[in-house]
């Protein structure tokens, strides 16, 4: 898994909700090789007074801003990342018409024993087996 | 503490809602030994276009998901996390109804210096005594 | 960036939440030394029942809890954040009205190369240059 939490501004609509969703998904499909159905989404739209962003940080103009949140296990190196936010951002704007500076993206890592993804176990840390 | 986010989709009712918290904190007690008044959670409730989870992923049939993340201080080992697993899926099962295959858990750690409580202090780091 | 995510109680009016987003930013930018316009929150109201916290761990009276959520890069030390632990209470208490033992702040961090504010690149770990 990854985890994935997307925070949007409302003037997005629900169409173009479900294409960032989609647009993001398949980034880290492509760029970070997960399977195409480990697909585990979070998506929230929020009006400017419950999103603040500034609108020039780092010399970036926003408008109507997107943030990405993905939770992910350690061990995809920087190269990786690059590549993901690279292609999020291209893949955000074709399919979602979402401006690149307007796609923010943050990596929250953890490890292999953080995760069940259902029946009370760890499935990417087994119990080891006993002897 | 840990802090605990619930997101369930909105087929739950309030009822069911606040079982499933109650679970999730019974078996924190249990399982992970934390304080049975160290209870600190969010829960929301969202349709499925809001709350995407892949129904198959690990050949897991998932119908009804409920994510739960948990934010805690670094130093459980695999095993408690394991037995922290297990018995969520069991008490939400028993007290909320929830299929063990729809509830999904992430963990995420810190330190003992990343928590304040209230009071504008570090309550498990407090600053040294000045000599 | 830090990324902030405010959860307050109901209770709270829009006027006072955003004092509150106000405080928490002005403490980051006294205490923890990022730039003013580093500026990125996300603010939550919710009802007793699904934001649920306890009323008494620690010996501390909470009424009206407001929780901050911050994900920073590491590198800042202990003394560093319990200053801004100290400048949040301070802050929410004259500019919103804040109890101090209602503000209640956690902290998640990750590296420079975590984050993308926006075009697509890794801002803070910019791919090295070629030969």
């Not at 398949?26 to 999103?51: C, G, N, T, W």
């Not at 990405?68 to 590549?83: C, F, I, S």
Request: charged letters at 25%.
């Amino acid at each position: 898994m990854p985890l994935v939490r997307i925070t949007a501004r409302d003037s997005y609509g629900d169409t173009a909700l479900a294409a960032i969703a989609g647009a993001v998904h398949a980034a880290l499909v492509e760029a970070v090789h997960i399977p195409a159905d480990d697909r585990f989404q979070i998506v929230q739209k929020l009006p400017a007074s419950m999103f603040i962003s500034d609108p020039h940080f780092l010399e970036i103009e926003r408008r109507e801003p997107v943030l990405v949140e993905v939770t992910l296990r350690a061990g995809r190196d920087d190269t990786m990342k690059r590549a993901f936010y690279q292609r999020a951002a291209e893949l955000a704007r074709e399919g979602a018409g979402v401006r690149p500076e307007d796609l923010m993206i943050v990596l929250r890592e953890n490890t292999s024993c953080d995760w069940s993804f259902g029946n009370g176990t760890a499935q990417y840390a087994p119990e080891p087996a006993s002897v």
